[in-house]
């Protein structure tokens, strides 16, 4: 049974510049949330996809964007890259569509962006 | 709104030392509370939580109780061993039985268990 996947690993982009990363989220589940890590830091909530539609949503602003697929996997967009989007983005998935919420997020390994 | 705050590290321990790692919370209603780990080069992966006051989640010879009146929810383990070492994250959902959970992290805490 596949776990959260994540692509790519890592990558570098310079400022201005527009990334894409995606997720595919764990077998059977149905929605997906971005978290950004910062170096040393806690993860902190981006948003939240279910449905095709953004459910949830953090304090960032609109330079990140999302989208979710018809097979659940989900595509992170940031534009206009800051220096200080360089972080560990993390993609977590969860069964929660029925109401059923165990509280459990399964987590990728993330894709590391650095913005020079 | 909702915070974590947990002990800054590292915490560098010897094998079968004891583990305390302090964590406490600010939540409107009654939060869901979580242990994540962090191994070195993989994800992070749920360790234990507890969902009202007075539970104790316990998983893997860790344990932590959902104190209410302290707003606290503090890690333990009674004898670390090296494959412990990992960065340890606490961290709460507001959103317990309902549709779209969202987890507030503390910042974390690295934990090195020397041999």
């Known amino acids: 049974d596949a776990g959260v996947t994540q692509s790519p690993t890592h990558l570098i982009k310079t400022r201005g510049q527009q990334v894409t990363l995606r997720c595919s989220p764990k077998?059977?589940?149905?929605?997906v949330s971005w978290y950004q890590q910062a170096l040393g830091q806690g993860p902190q909530f981006i948003f939240q996809y279910y449905e095709e539609e953004e459910r949830q949503r953090g304090n960032f602003p609109d330079r990140f964007s999302g989208h979710q697929f018809p097979n659940y996997s989900s595509e992170l967009n940031v534009n206009a890259l800051l220096l200080g989007d360089s972080a560990l983005y993390l993609c977590?998935?969860?069964?929660?569509?029925?109401?059923?919420?165990?509280?459990?997020?399964?987590f990728g390994e993330g894709s590391r962006l650095t913005v020079l | 709104g909702n915070s974590v705050t947990q002990m800054e590290g590292p915490v560098t321990l010897s094998e079968e030392a004891f583990l305390t790692i302090n964590c406490t919370y600010t939540?409107?209603?009654?939060?869901?509370l979580f242990w994540y780990v962090q191994y070195p080069g993989e994800g992070l992966q749920l360790l234990l939580k507890a969902t009202k006051a007075d539970d104790k989640g316990s998983n893997k010879g860790f344990e932590a109780t959902y104190r209410k009146e302290t707003t606290s929810f503090h890690l333990e383990k009674g004898s670390v061993q090296v494959s412990d070492s990992a960065v340890y994250f606490c961290a709460l959902s507001d959103r317990w039985g309902a549709a779209g959970n969202k987890l507030t992290f503390g910042g974390g805490t690295r934990v090195l268990v020397k041999p």
């Open positions: 939540a409107t209603g009654y939060p869901s």
């Open positions: 077998s059977g589940h149905d929605t």
């Open positions: 977590a998935s969860s069964l929660d569509g029925q109401g059923v919420n165990t509280g459990e997020l399964f």
